[in-house]
């Protein structure tokens, strides 16, 4: 079975500091690692994915995510953090070999102007 | 806005109703997810579908259930509703059924038992 953590229900930070958001992840096999971002009333919107490759992934917005394996991390980061950056992040794992996606409990993001 | 429409937005009804919730994917998108998201249990991973095929089974009740039509579109049918099953309720749609492919979400249904 698989599962995902996301330590922190909440992170704050000014506006303009790097952003990170951690998730660490357990699953039998290769990962799919996804970050998704859901603003209030709003669906998810897809950020990124690492499926393979470059442990560095880019996505939408200026958010990064750096996949760890020895650490079974997935990182989310922004170097610049903007207000409009606020919301609901989840981290999601799925095993190479199942189509079930597993998503972590979300961490809620502050940006302060 | 991702593609993905559901209705309704809001249902409020009452405990031992049964409801439908629909959801059509975007344009070209073959697999429909189904999932329920609530304060205490999170983003939970209903069902999928695969070109009207079921395609995986997550933590999806006896008295739900769900299908996918010749046009794509999915239902998700509540029944023997109880006050517990109070959520929003997503549909997600991707390209292929396999785990690499991004899902996009819909709005979301908030449905309320009372």
């Known amino acids: 079975a698989q599962s995902v953590a996301q330590p922190e229900d909440q992170v704050n930070v000014a506006e303009g500091n790097p952003l990170t958001v951690k998730c660490t992840y357990s699953v039998s096999g290769n990962p799919y690692l996804f970050w998704y971002v859901q603003y209030p009333n709003r669906g998810l919107q897809f950020l990124l994915k690492?499926?393979?490759?470059?442990?560095l992934v880019k996505g939408s917005y200026g958010f990064e995510a750096e996949f760890n394996k020895s650490q079974t991390s997935f990182h989310l980061k922004k170097p610049s953090a903007l207000v409009s950056d606020s919301a609901l992040y989840f981290c999601a794992v799925r095993p190479s070999n199942d189509y079930k996606l597993s998503f972590g409990a979300g961490t809620t993001v502050t940006v302060r102007a | 806005d991702s593609g993905v429409t559901q209705t309704p937005k809001h249902l409020i009804t009452a405990t031992g109703q049964r409801v439908t919730l629909r959801c059509s994917p975007r344009s070209g998108d073959l697999s429909v997810y189904w999932y329920q998201q609530s304060l205490d249990q999170g983003l939970q991973f209903l069902i999928q579908?695969?070109?009207?095929?079921?395609?995986a089974k997550g933590n999806i009740l006896e008295r739900f259930s769900a299908q996918q039509f010749p046009d794509l579109h999915s239902e998700l049918n509540l029944s023997s509703l109880e006050l517990g099953d109070s959520a929003l309720y997503f549909c997600?749609?991707?390209f292929g059924g396999g785990g690499a492919n991004e899902q996009y979400f819909g709005p979301g249904t908030r449905l309320t038992v009372t």
């Open positions: 579908y695969y070109n009207g095929e079921e395609r």
């Open positions: 690492y499926i393979t490759g470059d442990n």
């Open positions: 997600a749609s991707s």
